[in-house]
């Protein structure tokens, strides 16, 4: 297929209508910034370059893409102000000079398109010289009207707020998605106007420009019409978030994780698991923990952070865990807080244990061997060690910096070797 020379992402705007003091395309989707997706999207396309435009929250955006692994290929260019779509683009201009290759524009607000309708962009692009997406959505969510010719061609880009009423009762909408010709884009560019009800620099009046240069630009008419959420308001990112959510969970199911109930199952962007493994309802799954094969986890579970499941091991009832390790084989079935803590193998973790691993000021951590049984109960004020095969009685409360040696039986509050309390007990 037709690759692109450079993408351009537009990612500077305010994003008033969010409320909230956030960039928006930092706002999060399943555990991952929105601009994390649009990055996936631009990647898809093999380009020389990416030119991220930043301006509101500029540092803030770009520290977060550097954090997350995503600014690899990455230029970052400055909007100072933000005078409109068509401005972000003429700011890249000594960028878009550097590379060859058709010119791919994305608005950084629109996470769900798929590597597809992106490619079937860059193919009308190669035969028409210019293409952009749009779809015919039930609502037009405030979106740009696409005005056609009696015979079809597209004419131009009408924005909302200066649409008439006939152009507002127009169903086709742009999509904000647009591949063009380096050259024709170059020489388009800077005549731009801010003529319009906004006074800003519309990347949409590209459209009728190039078409008075004689290129005709061909419309990509999205199937589904889903794909082309683009973010504004808070209500808009819980829809597209549920959308992103189903494509994980489809992924998933495609390779054999036995999720019950999807419906009432939330697994972040980047989580590892394994086939044969069972996901039970009403579980929620953070960003990065990795789950082995048959394992079971659920219903009602919630792994956060740096949670590690090996091979069949089993995480139930109203159990969280955070930064676990939990061994092969081990259980942890009810009620019980895992954090900051490294089980062995088929360990028992009984009913209501709780690992205590923050002391008001610093977390701790805890480590429980392999074949250990942990009485339901118990309370491990970390940092401890509880030995292979040891056990705690039901109760028992296990003081900081506790080390239980390989099989021994601790009970108790404070938790003392069953042995020695015997003994305590015969001399009194
Ligand atoms: C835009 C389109 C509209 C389309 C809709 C699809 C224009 C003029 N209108 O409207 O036709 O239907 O998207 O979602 O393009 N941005 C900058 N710098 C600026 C202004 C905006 O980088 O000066 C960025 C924003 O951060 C955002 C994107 O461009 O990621 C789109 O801006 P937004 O204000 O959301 O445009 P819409 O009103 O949605
Ligand atoms: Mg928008």
Request: proline share 4%; aromatic share 4%; hydrophobic share 40%.
């Amino acid at each position: 297929m037709p690759r692109a020379g450079t993408v351009v992402i537009l990612a500077a705007g305010q994003g008033t209508r969010m409320k909230s003091r956030a960039p928006k395309v930092l706002h999060a989707m399943c555990g991952r910034p929105m601009i994390g997706y649009v990055l996936d999207q631009a990647r898809a396309l093999e380009p020389e370059r990416i030119v991220l435009v930043v301006g509101q929250g500029a540092d803030e955006v770009e520290a977060a893409v550097r954090d997350a692994g995503d600014a690899e290929g990455v230029v970052f260019v400055r909007q100072e102000e933000q005078l409109g779509t068509g401005h972000a683009v003429q700011v890249c201009l000594p960028e878009l000079r550097e590379s060859a290759g058709p010119v791919v524009v994305l608005y950084g607000d629109m996470p769900l398109l798929t590597e597809e309708s992106l490619t079937a962009l860059c193919e009308a692009q190669a035969r028409a010289g210019a293409s952009l997406l749009t779809a015919t959505p039930e609502r037009p969510r405030g979106f740009g009207r696409i005005v056609r010719a009696e015979e079809g061609a597209v004419r131009a880009i009408v924005e909302e707020k200066d649409a008439s009423p006939e152009e507002l009762a127009l169903r086709e909408v742009n999509l904000g998605v647009y591949c063009f010709d380096k050259d024709a884009l170059l020489s388009a560019l800077p005549r731009l106007s801010n003529d319009n009800a906004q006074s800003e620099y519309y990347i949409t009046d590209l459209i009728a420009i190039l078409i008075e240069d004689g290129v005709q630009p061909e419309a990509v008419v999205l199937e589904d019409e889903r794909e082309a959420i683009g973010i504004n308001t808070l209500g808009h990112l819980a829809e597209a978030r549920a959308a992103i959510q189903e494509r994980i969970l489809e992924r998933h199911l495609a390779a054999g994780v036995h999720i019950e109930d999807p419906a009432t199952t939330y697994i972040d962007h980047g989580v590892a698991i394994g086939a044969g493994t069972k996901i039970l309802p009403c579980t929620v799954i953070r960003a990065g923990v990795e789950i082995g094969s048959g394992c079971e986890v659920g219903p009602f579970t919630h792994l956060r952070v740096g949670t590690v499941l090996d091979d069949g091991a089993e995480v139930g009832n109203f159990t969280e865990a955070k930064k676990a390790r939990v061994g092969s084989g081990t259980k942890a079935k009810h009620l019980t807080y895992l954090g900051d803590v490294t089980i062995g193998r088929k360990t028992n973790i009984g009913a209501g244990t709780i690992v205590a691993n923050y002391d008001g000021k610093l977390k701790h951590k805890t480590v429980i061997g392999d074949n250990a049984f942990v009485g339901s109960g118990t309370v491990l004020i970390a940092p401890v060690r509880v030995g292979d095969g040891a056990l705690t009685g039901g109760g028992a409360v296990v003081t900081r910096n506790s080390e239980i040696p390989a099989g021994e039986a601790w009970v108790g509050v404070p938790a003392k070797p069953l042995a020695r309390r015997k003994n305590a007990e015969d001399e009194k």
